[in-house]
């Protein structure tokens, strides 16, 4: 997807401060930190959202969804975190590739 940033972050176009990488996924820092850590997971294929996604991509789901307590840990997010996947622009979705917000650390994040 030519216009898509995370793809372009993934081909190497677009800068990111990376913090994980394997052959499917990739995660690094949000640029508007919610707090201490905030990272996001992507998958290194273009998917729009998890209302695109269907039965071939469950294995992929549930690779982003282990990396984020083994991040979390890694990054000292030791008391807790918080995953956020905003879907559709009624969800909030602002970047339509898919990720996964994992975020704490500092003043609890509950309230989000
Ligand atoms: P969402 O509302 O779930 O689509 O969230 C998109 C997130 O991507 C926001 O928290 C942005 O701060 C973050 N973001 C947008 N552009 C970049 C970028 N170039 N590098 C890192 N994070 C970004
Ligand atoms: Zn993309």
Redesign the pocket.
């Known amino acids: 997807m030519s216009d898509c ?2 793809c372009k ?1 993934v081909a190497g176009q ?4 990376k913090v994980y990488e394997d052959d499917e996924l990739l995660v ?7 707090a201490r850590v ?1 990272l ?1 997971i992507i998958p290194k294929a273009h998917i729009v959202s998890l209302a695109e996604c269907t039965p071939e991509h469950e294995r992929l789901l549930g690779r982003i969804m282990l990396l984020a307590p083994r991040l979390a840990k890694e990054h000292g997010l030791d008391s807790g975190f918080k995953t ?3 879907t559709g622009r009624g ?6 590739h898919i ?1 996964a ?1 994992v975020f704490g650390g500092g003043d609890p994040v509950a309230h989000i």
């Open positions: 940033i995370f972050i677009l800068p990111c401060s690094f820092h949000d640029i508007h930190p919610f905030h996001l956020l996947l905003n969800g909030g979705q602002e970047v339509f990720h917000h």
